[in-house]
């Protein structure tokens, strides 16, 4: 892939034998009953923490979890992270019961060289979330450098994301490197044709990264509930469907924007001509797909309007919950075109299983467009280089188990949006630049 585009010091530019080393992690995986559910965040943090291990340093990991309402709170707890951490790493790691004060302190300095801790829930203390410097001190007080490894994390100005390097030498882990360096590439240099295909529930959260994609990309497509709006937004009833009400006129400039780029060059922006429809979210409710693309055709040439057919009308009681098949289609087929393919959000409501496996009724169009994007069409000769972001996303495609069949699956979110619409991700502009000192950015704290 070439050099790196990432311009910050990395665990490999500093020395760190016989260190005590804070790592912030983004252990925020979902956990149910106390299981966790998915690892997968858990394991793209091994190649940082074996590495770190092998340099011989005393090792204290710190992450949130969730939103909890208090120390009280045990469904927010580490301890789950901390027991799975030990059985992937096969090796102890000590669970500290918080993450500042004297039990943290005490337990922290016990610590032996090769040895791993993992702090209690940063949240537990309202002070974290507020960038608090005295909280940021007590967290640098545990060790001699500050390690960033939590791509999730890193478009937050928390304590343990931006305090905590004003206090000691801070750098970046494998995995925010590697975040950070394939999204840059992705977004400024990609092999083209390049294509976007945007999903999920709300314009607003994509509102720039759709503007920014329809400026460099040649092929974006919509889907999911946002889609919805931008139908609403061209004159398609969209019934009892999710949309936002508020971002109509946002979605009609969006159109407009994407239409003036056509205009000026090979671009193509895609909203979904057809869907599948039901009156319920249940995998046992009916469903029937709806064409209503000749009814938008007629409002735009402003032919006479006619009530459509009842196969391009849905229903009163209707939503659209998927994608159609002339959709997938249509998108499948432009992913045999194209050389690199962002993929952030699902076409449709994937999250429901089907009565007899993991596929529901309203996951089919998000199963094509996975399937183009894997090169399971024409003969396998067609396979983009992709780059998959978004919580609902990534979850999918671990249920199905073929997270290891993309190229780059985000561990990022908010952050891997925030980086790709090209803003700062301030967790990251706070670590030390490459051609810096480490211990330029020290500066003393009294515990």
Excluded at 82 to 110: H, M, T, W, Y
Excluded at 197 to 219: C, N, P, S, W
Excluded at 320 to 343: K, M
Excluded at 346 to 369: K, N, R, S, W, Y
């Amino acid at each position: 892939m070439g050099k790196s585009l990432f311009t910050k010091k990395t665990i490999r530019d500093v020395e760190l034998t016989g260190k005590t080393v804070l790592l912030r992690a983004d252990y925020n995986v979902p956990v149910a009953q106390g299981k966790i559910t998915d690892d997968y965040r858990i394991q793209q943090s091994l190649p940082t923490i074996e590495y770190l291990l092998e340099q011989k340093v005393r090792l204290v990991i710190c992450s949130h979890l969730g939103r909890p309402t208090g120390p009280g709170d045990a469904a927010a707890s580490l301890k789950p992270v901390a027991q799975r951490l030990s059985s992937l790493l096969g090796k102890e790691v000590v669970f500290i019961p918080d993450c500042v004060g004297p039990v943290a302190e005490n337990a922290v300095k016990n610590l032996k060289p090769g040895q791993i801790a993992l702090l209690e829930n940063l949240r537990y203390h309202p002070e974290e979330e507020k960038n608090d410097a005295g909280f940021a001190k007590q967290l640098a007080s545990h060790a001699d450098i500050f390690v960033q490894d939590g791509f999730g994390v890193v478009h937050r100005a928390h304590a343990s994301t931006e305090g905590v390097t004003k206090y000691l030498p801070s750098v970046a882990g494998l995995l925010l490197e590697k975040e950070v360096d394939t999204i840059t590439r992705v977004m400024n240099n990609p092999k083209r044709p390049l294509a976007a295909i945007i999903g999920g529930a709300k314009i607003a959260d994509k509102i720039d990264i759709l503007h920014r994609f329809i400026e460099i990309a040649d092929f974006v497509a919509i889907g999911g509930a946002m889609a919805n709006t931008f139908l609403k937004a061209q004159g398609v009833d969209v019934a009892a469907s999710l949309y936002d009400k508020d971002e109509l006129g946002v979605a009609k400039d969006i159109i407009a924007k994407g239409k003036r780029e056509a205009d000026r060059r090979k671009f193509t922006f895609y909203i979904p001509q057809d869907g599948v429809v039901a009156s319920k979210i249940d995998p046992r409710a009916a469903t029937r797909i709806v064409d209503w693309s000749a009814h938008v055709i007629a409002d735009i040439e402003n032919y006479p309007k006619r009530p459509p057919a009842e196969a391009s009308r849905i229903g009163d009681h209707e939503m659209i919950l998927d994608i159609g098949p002339f959709t997938g289609a249509f998108i499948a087929g432009a992913l045999q075109q194209v050389e690199t393919v962002v993929w952030n959000g699902a076409m449709g409501v994937t999250e429901v299983q089907g009565i007899q496996g993991p596929v529901g009724p309203f996951a089919h169009g998000t199963d094509l467009v996975m399937e183009a994007m894997l090169g399971q069409f024409g003969g396998g000769k067609y396979r983009p280089f992709s780059v998959v972001g978004g919580g609902d996303t990534v979850g999918y495609i671990e249920g199905r188990k073929l997270v290891g069949a993309f190229n780059h699956v985000s561990t990022g979110g908010g952050a891997s949006l925030e980086l790709m619409a090209g803003r700062k991700l301030p967790g990251v502009e706070a670590l030390v630049d490459k051609s810096r000192l480490p211990q330029e950015r020290v500066v003393q704290y009294t515990a």
